[in-house]
Protein backbone atom coordinates (compact mmCIF):
# COMPACT_ATOMS: atom_id res chain seq x y z
CA UNK A 1 0.00 0.00 0.00
CA UNK A 2 1.09 3.02 -1.11
CA UNK A 3 -0.28 5.05 2.08
CA UNK A 4 -1.50 3.96 5.18
CA UNK A 5 -4.94 6.10 4.97
CA UNK A 6 -7.65 4.12 3.92
CA UNK A 7 -11.31 4.86 3.98
CA UNK A 8 -12.63 1.76 5.71
CA UNK A 9 -16.10 2.42 3.82
CA UNK A 10 -14.65 2.32 0.62
CA UNK A 11 -13.65 -1.77 1.51
CA UNK A 12 -17.43 -3.01 1.57
CA UNK A 13 -17.87 -2.14 -2.16
CA UNK A 14 -16.70 -4.36 -5.52
CA UNK A 15 -15.51 -7.63 -3.45
CA UNK A 16 -17.11 -10.51 -2.20
CA UNK A 17 -17.20 -11.37 1.42
CA UNK A 18 -18.32 -14.67 3.32
CA UNK A 19 -21.45 -14.17 5.22
CA UNK A 20 -21.44 -15.30 9.05
CA UNK A 21 -24.00 -14.21 11.58
CA UNK A 22 -23.26 -13.79 15.59
CA UNK A 23 -25.09 -13.69 18.56
CA UNK A 24 -24.68 -10.90 21.01
CA UNK A 25 -21.02 -9.66 21.79
CA UNK A 26 -20.48 -9.07 25.25
CA UNK A 27 -18.41 -6.28 26.87
CA UNK A 28 -17.61 -3.49 29.25
CA UNK A 29 -19.43 -0.85 27.40
CA UNK A 30 -20.40 -0.18 23.90
CA UNK A 31 -18.36 -1.48 21.37
CA UNK A 32 -18.23 1.28 20.15
CA UNK A 33 -16.59 3.28 22.74
CA UNK A 34 -12.53 4.75 22.28
CA UNK A 35 -11.06 2.67 24.87
CA UNK A 36 -12.98 -0.41 23.16
CA UNK A 37 -11.83 0.32 19.92
CA UNK A 38 -8.18 0.83 20.93
CA UNK A 39 -7.63 -1.95 23.20
CA UNK A 40 -9.41 -4.54 20.59
CA UNK A 41 -7.37 -2.95 17.64
CA UNK A 42 -3.88 -3.72 19.91
CA UNK A 43 -5.09 -6.90 21.29
CA UNK A 44 -6.08 -9.01 17.91
CA UNK A 45 -2.57 -7.19 16.55
CA UNK A 46 -0.85 -8.56 18.91
CA UNK A 47 -2.13 -11.72 18.66
CA UNK A 48 -2.26 -11.73 14.96
CA UNK A 49 1.95 -11.37 15.23
CA UNK A 50 2.16 -13.92 17.71
CA UNK A 51 2.87 -12.19 20.79
CA UNK A 52 -0.04 -13.43 22.49
CA UNK A 53 -2.60 -16.39 22.13
CA UNK A 54 -4.51 -17.32 25.75
CA UNK A 55 -2.18 -15.34 28.01
CA UNK A 56 0.65 -17.38 26.93
CA UNK A 57 3.78 -15.67 24.47
CA UNK A 58 3.83 -18.35 20.92
CA UNK A 59 5.13 -18.21 17.76
CA UNK A 60 3.00 -16.90 14.71
CA UNK A 61 1.79 -20.03 12.91
CA UNK A 62 1.02 -18.03 9.97
CA UNK A 63 3.25 -20.11 7.25
CA UNK A 64 5.89 -18.73 5.56
CA UNK A 65 3.72 -18.59 1.68
CA UNK A 66 1.16 -16.85 3.11
CA UNK A 67 3.73 -14.11 5.27
CA UNK A 68 5.81 -13.76 1.48
CA UNK A 69 2.46 -12.63 0.13
CA UNK A 70 1.15 -10.72 2.82
CA UNK A 71 4.01 -8.94 4.33
CA UNK A 72 4.51 -7.98 7.95
CA UNK A 73 1.37 -6.99 9.81
CA UNK A 74 1.34 -3.04 9.94
CA UNK A 75 -1.54 -2.75 12.20
CA UNK A 76 -5.20 -3.31 12.54
CA UNK A 77 -8.08 -0.44 13.36
CA UNK A 78 -11.46 -0.96 14.80
CA UNK A 79 -13.30 1.49 13.37
CA UNK A 80 -17.12 2.38 13.78
CA UNK A 81 -18.75 3.60 10.60
CA UNK A 82 -22.52 3.95 8.81
CA UNK A 83 -23.22 2.12 5.98
CA UNK A 84 -25.40 4.74 3.90
CA UNK A 85 -29.12 3.41 2.53
CA UNK A 86 -31.80 4.72 1.29
CA UNK A 87 -33.28 5.72 5.42
CA UNK A 88 -30.64 6.28 8.36
CA UNK A 89 -28.34 3.80 7.13
CA UNK A 90 -27.15 0.92 9.12
CA UNK A 91 -24.44 1.30 11.87
CA UNK A 92 -21.21 -0.92 11.76
CA UNK A 93 -17.98 -1.75 13.03
CA UNK A 94 -15.09 -1.99 9.93
CA UNK A 95 -11.91 -3.75 11.07
CA UNK A 96 -9.20 -3.58 8.61
CA UNK A 97 -5.89 -5.28 8.48
CA UNK A 98 -3.42 -3.56 6.98
CA UNK A 99 -0.08 -5.70 5.79
CA UNK A 100 2.98 -4.15 4.03
CA UNK A 101 1.32 -5.92 0.76
CA UNK A 102 -1.91 -6.19 1.11
CA UNK A 103 -5.48 -5.16 3.14
CA UNK A 104 -7.94 -7.16 4.42
CA UNK A 105 -11.35 -6.59 6.35
CA UNK A 106 -14.38 -7.57 8.16
CA UNK A 107 -17.53 -5.33 9.02
CA UNK A 108 -19.46 -6.40 11.89
CA UNK A 109 -23.39 -4.62 11.20
CA UNK A 110 -25.69 -3.95 12.97
CA UNK A 111 -29.47 -4.61 12.68
CA UNK A 112 -31.16 -0.77 13.55
CA UNK A 113 -34.52 -2.40 14.95
CA UNK A 114 -32.60 -4.72 17.29
CA UNK A 115 -30.33 -2.40 18.12
CA UNK A 116 -32.76 0.36 19.36
CA UNK A 117 -34.85 -2.21 21.37
CA UNK A 118 -31.80 -3.07 23.32
CA UNK A 119 -30.09 0.36 23.50
CA UNK A 120 -28.77 0.81 27.11
CA UNK A 121 -29.32 -2.45 28.46
CA UNK A 122 -27.08 -4.28 30.29
CA UNK A 123 -26.90 -7.60 32.01
CA UNK A 124 -25.13 -9.37 35.15
CA UNK A 125 -23.27 -12.15 33.12
CA UNK A 126 -20.36 -14.11 34.45
CA UNK A 127 -17.42 -14.01 32.16
CA UNK A 128 -16.41 -17.68 30.91
CA UNK A 129 -12.98 -16.08 31.16
CA UNK A 130 -13.00 -15.17 34.96
CA UNK A 131 -14.24 -16.27 37.67
CA UNK A 132 -15.38 -13.02 38.62
CA UNK A 133 -18.92 -11.89 37.86
CA UNK A 134 -18.63 -8.02 36.29
CA UNK A 135 -21.23 -5.95 34.47
CA UNK A 136 -21.75 -6.49 30.56
CA UNK A 137 -23.15 -4.68 27.84
CA UNK A 138 -24.68 -6.99 25.03
CA UNK A 139 -23.99 -5.49 21.79
CA UNK A 140 -26.15 -6.74 18.88
CA UNK A 141 -24.05 -6.78 15.58
CA UNK A 142 -25.90 -10.16 13.86
CA UNK A 143 -24.51 -10.03 10.82
CA UNK A 144 -20.11 -10.44 10.15
CA UNK A 145 -18.90 -9.72 6.49
CA UNK A 146 -15.27 -11.36 6.21
CA UNK A 147 -12.71 -10.61 3.29
CA UNK A 148 -10.15 -13.00 4.96
CA UNK A 149 -7.61 -15.74 3.65
CA UNK A 150 -9.06 -19.05 5.87
CA UNK A 151 -6.00 -18.81 8.21
CA UNK A 152 -6.69 -15.43 9.06
CA UNK A 153 -10.39 -15.85 9.17
CA UNK A 154 -10.35 -18.48 11.71
CA UNK A 155 -8.15 -17.04 13.90
CA UNK A 156 -10.25 -13.77 13.77
CA UNK A 157 -13.22 -15.54 14.34
CA UNK A 158 -11.37 -17.22 17.76
CA UNK A 159 -10.80 -14.00 18.75
CA UNK A 160 -14.23 -12.96 18.29
CA UNK A 161 -15.06 -15.88 20.38
CA UNK A 162 -12.81 -16.01 22.83
CA UNK A 163 -12.95 -12.13 23.87
CA UNK A 164 -16.54 -10.98 22.91
CA UNK A 165 -18.24 -14.20 24.28
CA UNK A 166 -20.12 -14.79 21.14
CA UNK A 167 -21.16 -17.64 18.50
CA UNK A 168 -20.16 -17.46 15.12
CA UNK A 169 -21.48 -19.80 12.57
CA UNK A 170 -21.89 -19.62 8.55
CA UNK A 171 -24.79 -17.45 7.15
CA UNK A 172 -27.09 -20.47 5.02
CA UNK A 173 -29.43 -18.54 3.05
CA UNK A 174 -32.65 -20.60 2.71
CA UNK A 175 -34.53 -21.22 -0.15
CA UNK A 176 -36.30 -18.40 -2.19
CA UNK A 177 -33.69 -16.09 -0.11
CA UNK A 178 -32.35 -15.14 -3.69
CA UNK A 179 -35.53 -14.67 -5.23
CA UNK A 180 -36.68 -12.55 -3.23
CA UNK A 181 -33.83 -10.32 -3.43
CA UNK A 182 -34.16 -10.63 -7.14
CA UNK A 183 -37.57 -8.92 -6.60
CA UNK A 184 -36.63 -6.62 -4.21
CA UNK A 185 -34.32 -5.62 -6.88
CA UNK A 186 -35.94 -4.61 -10.05
CA UNK A 187 -39.67 -3.90 -8.54
CA UNK A 188 -38.65 -0.25 -9.13
CA UNK A 189 -37.84 -1.22 -12.86
CA UNK A 190 -41.56 -1.95 -13.36
CA UNK A 191 -42.54 0.41 -16.32
CA UNK A 192 -45.23 3.07 -15.21
CA UNK A 193 -45.78 4.15 -19.00
CA UNK A 194 -43.86 6.94 -18.44
CA UNK A 195 -40.47 5.74 -19.98
CA UNK A 196 -38.79 9.45 -19.22
CA UNK A 197 -39.09 9.20 -15.46
CA UNK A 198 -38.47 5.39 -15.28
CA UNK A 199 -35.64 4.24 -13.82
CA UNK A 200 -33.04 1.98 -15.76
CA UNK A 201 -30.99 -0.82 -14.81
CA UNK A 202 -27.59 -0.19 -15.01
CA UNK A 203 -26.45 -4.05 -15.71
CA UNK A 204 -27.80 -6.96 -17.28
CA UNK A 205 -29.03 -9.62 -14.97
CA UNK A 206 -27.11 -12.80 -14.23
CA UNK A 207 -29.30 -16.30 -12.73
CA UNK A 208 -28.26 -19.41 -11.96
CA UNK A 209 -30.20 -22.12 -11.67
CA UNK A 210 -29.36 -25.89 -10.39
CA UNK A 211 -31.11 -28.86 -10.96
CA UNK A 212 -33.04 -30.27 -7.64
CA UNK A 213 -31.36 -32.59 -5.05
CA UNK A 214 -33.13 -36.07 -4.89
CA UNK A 215 -32.52 -37.97 -2.07
CA UNK A 216 -30.75 -41.82 -3.05
CA UNK A 217 -30.24 -44.61 -0.45
CA UNK A 218 -26.94 -45.09 1.12
CA UNK A 219 -26.76 -47.73 3.00
CA UNK A 220 -29.65 -47.08 5.77
CA UNK A 221 -29.56 -43.34 5.08
CA UNK A 222 -30.96 -40.80 2.34
CA UNK A 223 -27.99 -39.48 0.74
CA UNK A 224 -29.16 -35.78 -0.58
CA UNK A 225 -27.47 -36.07 -4.67
CA UNK A 226 -27.99 -33.46 -7.53
CA UNK A 227 -29.31 -34.99 -10.57
CA UNK A 228 -26.52 -35.73 -12.65
CA UNK A 229 -29.01 -35.14 -15.96
CA UNK A 230 -28.89 -31.74 -15.92
CA UNK A 231 -26.30 -29.05 -15.42
CA UNK A 232 -25.86 -25.62 -14.52
CA UNK A 233 -28.20 -23.11 -16.08
CA UNK A 234 -27.11 -19.74 -16.66
CA UNK A 235 -29.69 -16.98 -17.30
CA UNK A 236 -28.82 -13.48 -18.87
CA UNK A 237 -31.36 -10.83 -19.26
CA UNK A 238 -30.08 -7.76 -21.07
CA UNK A 239 -30.98 -4.32 -19.13
CA UNK A 240 -33.22 -3.27 -21.56
CA UNK A 241 -35.71 -7.10 -21.43
CA UNK A 242 -35.72 -6.29 -17.37
CA UNK A 243 -38.44 -3.23 -17.92
CA UNK A 244 -40.45 -6.03 -20.51
CA UNK A 245 -40.34 -8.71 -17.83
CA UNK A 246 -41.49 -6.80 -15.10
CA UNK A 247 -44.45 -5.66 -17.47
CA UNK A 248 -45.23 -9.33 -17.88
CA UNK A 249 -45.12 -10.71 -14.50
CA UNK A 250 -47.30 -7.60 -13.42
CA UNK A 251 -49.68 -8.47 -15.66
CA UNK A 252 -49.98 -12.29 -15.02
CA UNK A 253 -50.37 -11.49 -11.76
CA UNK A 254 -52.73 -9.12 -11.98
CA UNK A 255 -54.94 -11.14 -13.81
CA UNK A 256 -54.41 -13.89 -11.88
CA UNK A 257 -55.76 -11.47 -8.90
CA UNK A 258 -58.62 -10.41 -10.48
CA UNK A 259 -59.90 -14.09 -11.06
CA UNK A 260 -59.52 -14.86 -7.27
CA UNK A 261 -56.02 -17.25 -8.10
CA UNK A 262 -54.16 -16.61 -4.41
CA UNK A 263 -50.25 -16.32 -6.01
CA UNK A 264 -47.23 -16.47 -3.58
CA UNK A 265 -44.97 -15.45 -6.41
CA UNK A 266 -43.41 -11.92 -7.74
CA UNK A 267 -43.81 -10.48 -10.78
CA UNK A 268 -40.29 -11.69 -12.43
CA UNK A 269 -40.53 -14.93 -11.31
CA UNK A 270 -43.41 -15.54 -13.10
CA UNK A 271 -42.28 -14.08 -15.82
CA UNK A 272 -38.87 -15.76 -15.76
CA UNK A 273 -41.49 -19.34 -14.93
CA UNK A 274 -43.01 -18.47 -18.54
CA UNK A 275 -40.27 -17.77 -20.32
CA UNK A 276 -37.86 -20.40 -19.17
CA UNK A 277 -41.14 -23.28 -19.61
CA UNK A 278 -41.97 -21.82 -23.17
CA UNK A 279 -38.51 -21.81 -24.48
CA UNK A 280 -36.60 -23.93 -22.55
CA UNK A 281 -38.84 -26.57 -21.35
CA UNK A 282 -37.66 -26.16 -17.29
CA UNK A 283 -39.80 -25.79 -14.81
CA UNK A 284 -38.45 -22.81 -12.27
CA UNK A 285 -40.01 -24.26 -9.50
CA UNK A 286 -38.29 -27.24 -9.26
CA UNK A 287 -34.86 -25.60 -9.83
CA UNK A 288 -33.01 -24.01 -7.28
CA UNK A 289 -31.41 -20.59 -7.81
CA UNK A 290 -27.48 -20.88 -6.66
CA UNK A 291 -26.83 -17.44 -7.65
CA UNK A 292 -27.78 -13.80 -8.50
CA UNK A 293 -25.90 -11.09 -10.28
CA UNK A 294 -27.75 -7.46 -10.94
CA UNK A 295 -26.30 -4.18 -11.13
CA UNK A 296 -26.08 -3.67 -7.13
CA UNK A 297 -25.22 -6.94 -5.78
CA UNK A 298 -23.80 -10.17 -6.32
CA UNK A 299 -25.63 -13.02 -3.84
CA UNK A 300 -24.99 -16.47 -4.02
CA UNK A 301 -24.20 -19.80 -1.89
CA UNK A 302 -20.65 -21.37 -1.81
CA UNK A 303 -19.66 -25.02 -2.01
CA UNK A 304 -20.60 -25.31 1.68
CA UNK A 305 -23.86 -24.11 1.58
CA UNK A 306 -22.68 -20.84 3.31
CA UNK A 307 -23.95 -17.25 1.78
CA UNK A 308 -21.42 -14.95 -0.33
CA UNK A 309 -22.02 -11.71 -1.57
CA UNK A 310 -20.21 -8.76 -3.10
CA UNK A 311 -21.53 -5.38 -3.17
CA UNK A 312 -21.17 -2.45 -6.01
CA UNK A 313 -21.03 0.84 -5.00
CA UNK A 314 -24.32 3.07 -4.40
CA UNK A 315 -24.76 4.95 -8.01
CA UNK A 316 -24.94 8.65 -7.00
CA UNK A 317 -28.51 10.09 -8.63
CA UNK A 318 -28.50 12.63 -11.91
CA UNK A 319 -28.87 16.38 -11.23
CA UNK A 320 -32.04 16.10 -12.86
CA UNK A 321 -33.52 13.01 -11.27
CA UNK A 322 -36.02 13.42 -9.03
CA UNK A 323 -36.17 12.24 -5.11
CA UNK A 324 -38.60 9.89 -5.41
CA UNK A 325 -36.30 7.66 -8.20
CA UNK A 326 -33.01 8.37 -6.44
CA UNK A 327 -34.66 7.49 -2.76
CA UNK A 328 -35.61 4.34 -5.55
CA UNK A 329 -32.15 3.39 -6.46
CA UNK A 330 -30.80 3.13 -3.02
CA UNK A 331 -33.23 1.20 -2.10
CA UNK A 332 -32.18 -1.40 -4.97
CA UNK A 333 -28.88 -1.15 -3.41
CA UNK A 334 -29.21 -1.45 0.27
CA UNK A 335 -32.07 -3.90 0.14
CA UNK A 336 -29.84 -6.81 0.00
CA UNK A 337 -27.78 -5.29 3.23
CA UNK A 338 -30.62 -5.35 4.96
CA UNK A 339 -32.41 -8.42 4.42
CA UNK A 340 -29.07 -9.84 5.39
CA UNK A 341 -28.80 -8.45 8.37
CA UNK A 342 -32.71 -9.67 9.18
CA UNK A 343 -31.86 -12.94 8.29
CA UNK A 344 -29.02 -13.43 10.79
CA UNK A 345 -30.79 -11.88 13.64
Known amino acids: MSSDTIDPLSLLYNTSFNLHKLTALSLNGALTAQTNLKSHSTRLANVLRGDVLRGVRVADSQNDDSASRTGALKRIDFTPITIPGSQ ?81 SNLRLPDGFIMRAIENCLECFTPSGNLASDPQPNKNLQIWLEPPTISKPSGETQKPTKLQTLKTILMTFTREDIPGMMYKGTELKEKQDSEGIEETRGPFELALSLYAYHHMGVLVGKMRISKAACGEFIVGTAADGSGKCKFFSPKIAARDEDQSTSERRKRNWDGMLGSLVELAS
Open 88 to 168: DGLNAVAIVFLYEKITYSAFLVQNSIQDAAAAGTSSRRTSLRRSSARTEQSNHYPLLLTRLPAWLQSRFIEYMVENFDCHV
